[in-house]
């Protein structure tokens, strides 16, 4: 692997730990996973919009106690982030728009009243661009969101609008699900807690971990700050492993993931199940 940086970073080093042969595949090879049909919107595409929303909102917050976003606000923001992706097919597509409209719009209004639930807090940055470099090549990411408390803590906060997923992913052997823990490394001097915020109509739900002192009420997992800086040396240990890997062409499949096979394998093969035996 002769490439400067890891493209699409955070996938490959997510798909490295679970699939080693996916992150080969598509980050060695560029070949290009096959997505089945679906009618109406992608996932994918939902988290693009929804995404570009609340970047558009939250821009607009410096300390979150006096922020009053007004409907208009709020109702520019949705529109703008729409008219984005749907672009010329914005009137063809209308009903679709409407739809879309509606979603993020309670999505919006959720999350502003857990925020406004929590103590009082200032948005430290918005995607932000940061890098890292691991054996030797540079990881690019970008946070969504990170608000800074009162105290001068700092909260790394990544939207999740698909699936939601348990943090004792962060725990196992090969770590999965590494978006935060990674930011964790790059933000290491200077975080408190992690947080997946799962963005779903009318259900806003928060995962993650902090350091004890954080407030955060909705967080359950509170770790010693022995127990923090023993955790981020292990995330550093495992996605060096990962990436490592993935730069010396590693092809394996884990038989622990074997399922994961006929999602993504069993197109590109054509194998039927008798390949278990």
């Known amino acids: 692997y002769k490439k400067r940086r890891i493209k ?3 996938n490959i080093i997510n798909y490295q730990s679970r699939f080693p042969l996916l992150a080969f595949l598509t980050g060695q090879l560029s070949c290009k996973r096959v ?5 109406g919107m992608r996932s994918s595409d939902r988290g693009i919009i929804t995404h ?3 970047e558009l909102i939250y821009s607009g917050v410096n300390r979150f106690s006096s922020f ?3 409907d208009n606000y709020i109702r520019e923001c949705i529109i703008k982030a729409l ?3 749907f672009g010329k097919a914005s009137t063809n597509l209308k009903i679709l728009y409407d739809l879309e409209y509606d979603r993020i719009k309670s999505i919006v209004d959720s999350l502003l009243l857990e925020d406004a639930n929590r103590g009082n807090f200032s948005i430290h940055s918005i995607e932000e661009n940061n890098s890292l470099i ?3 090549v540079a990881i690019k990411c970008r946070s969504d969101r990170i608000d800074k408390l009162d105290d001068n803590k700092h909260i790394i906060i990544d939207y999740k ?11 196992k052997d090969r770590p999965q699900n590494l978006q935060l823990p990674l930011y964790a490394l790059i933000y290491r001097e200077r975080v408190d807690a992690l947080i997946n915020i799962n963005l779903k109509p009318n259900d806003i739900q928060y995962k993650g971990l902090s350091k004890e002192g954080v407030d955060l009420p909705t967080i359950k997992k509170v770790l010693t700050r022995d127990q923090w800086d023993s955790r981020i040396s292990s995330w550093e240990k495992s996605i060096n492993v990962l990436v490592s890997e993935f730069v010396n062409g590693d092809t394996r499949i884990n038989i622990d993931e074997i399922n994961a096979i006929d999602d993504y394998y069993l197109p590109l093969a054509r194998f039927d199940r008798n390949y278990y035996e």
Do not use: H, Y
Not at 35 to 39: D, N
Not at 161 to 171: A, E
């Open 83 to 85: 008219d984005e992706f």
């Open 134 to 136: 691991i054996s030797g």
């Open 35 to 39: 997505k089945p049909l679906s009618k």
């Open 161 to 171: 609008t698909g699936s939601s997923f348990n943090i004792n992913s962060w725990f």
């Open 68 to 70: 009053k976003p007004s």
């Open 8 to 10: 699409n970073a955070i």
């Open 52 to 54: 570009r929303t609340l």
